[in-house]
């Protein structure tokens, strides 16, 4: 993400923080700010030319947008809770 969980920066962030906070699940953040070779990497990694990038278990799961849809289907909340109880 471009920043840190306790200082994102930029709204697209931001969002996916506050989620991830309502959901009360643990997570860590990657300042891609800090790292060009680490921002490219990730692209091509996950084929998804934005960020930030949920990953989910080490999946590529979305962006903000597809992150925002599925909290708001309950579809991201079920995902945490699998990979939380396993």
Do not use: H
Request: hydrophobic share 35%; glycine share 8%; with cysteine.
């Amino acid at each position: 993400m471009k920043g840190t969980k306790d200082f994102p920066q930029c709204g697209f962030s931001n969002t996916v923080v506050q989620i991830l906070r309502s959901l009360n699940v643990p997570f860590e953040t990657i300042n891609i700010l800090e790292n060009e070779m680490l921002r490219q990497g990730l692209k091509e990694y996950s084929s998804w030319p934005t960020f930030p990038q949920l990953y989910i278990e080490g999946e590529f799961f979305g962006g903000c947008d597809i992150t925002v849809e599925a909290y708001k289907s309950g579809e991201l909340q079920e995902l945490v809770e699998k990979a939380m109880c396993c």
